[in-house]
Nanobody, 116 residues
Framework: QVQLVESGGGLVQTGGSLRVSCAAS????????MGWYRQAPGKQRELVAT???????NYADSVKGRFTISRDNAKNTMYLQMNSLKPEDTAVYRC??????????WGQGTQVTVSS
């Protein structure tokens, strides 16, 4: 089992920055890829960014150039640095991890609100 706990969400003005973190515990040795998804009210969940254990990253077109995903494998923690935030970035951001055993784990989510 892997447990994921997000932190760092909050309220920020348009154009501001925020960093959210995801701390993993449990069988962290089994984690391969990690990522962030988000879901806004009335919308489907969408991929924001992913990162492999080796550090390869992938971003949604809507956040490219503004968001940066990173991870510290020694601390079992993943980060999402969000810059130039827009009101449309408002959503619940959830941490995801995929393991070598093809299991998926999710965090509870953290609210990010961007005011106009």
């Amino acid at each position: 089992q892997v447990q994921l706990v997000e932190s760092g969400g909050g309220l920020v003005q348009t154009g501001g920055s925020l960093r959210v973190s995801c701390a993993a515990s449990g069988k962290t040795f089994s984690i391969d890829a990690m990522g962030w998804y988000r879901q806004a009210p009335g919308k489907q969940r969408e991929l924001v960014a992913t990162i492999t254990r080796a550090g390869s990253t992938n971003y949604a077109d809507s956040v490219k150039g503004r968001f940066t995903i990173s991870r510290d494998n020694a601390k079992n923690t993943m980060y999402l640095q969000m810059n130039s935030l827009k009101p449309e970035d408002t959503a619940v951001y959830r941490c995801w991890s995929g393991t070598y055993y093809r299991s998926d784990y999710w965090g509870q989510g953290t609210q990010v609100t961007v005011s106009s």
